[in-house]
């Protein structure tokens, strides 16, 4: 079923969320809200700070541009790049192209939280 609540942790809408990465181990590096939680889009703005030397902004907007819950695959948008999901299982791979590069990630439900794998480090955010 291709609705992202199914894939992302609970609606915590406009309540804080830690933002954790892993290293050896999971570390909490900051936190941030969900400004929108809806069945085809989720978007998470934040802050993180590793050891105050790498930092930055956290702003991961996604949805399913089919808004067909039957979908088990179809279009997407991450933060305003076009791509495609299909749904496996318990999570939802995204295959987006960035200019001249493909980018892979995947969501999932887990742990009380969101977990997004596919970027430099993998991250989780949930309550």
Not at 20 to 27: K, R, S
Not at 50 to 71: A, K, W, Y
């Amino acid at each position: 079923m291709a609705k992202i609540r199914t894939f992302f942790g609970p609606d915590t809408s406009g309540k804080d969320n830690r933002i954790q990465v892993q290293t050896l181990f999971w570390i909490t590096v900051g936190s941030g809200k969900y400004v929108t939680f809806e069945d085809y889009r989720g978007h998470f703005m934040g802050h993180f700070s590793i050891l105050g030397i790498f930092q930055g902004n956290v702003d991961l907007d996604v949805e399913l541009l089919d808004h067909n819950p039957d979908s088990r695959q179809g279009p997407c948008m991450i933060n305003k790049y076009k791509g495609t999901y299909e749904v496996k299982v318990d999570e939802l791979p995204i295959d987006i192209e960035y200019p001249g590069n493909p980018y892979h990630s995947v969501i999932k439900h887990d742990d009380g939280g969101t977990f997004i794998y596919g970027l430099q480090l993998p991250i989780w955010v949930g309550p």
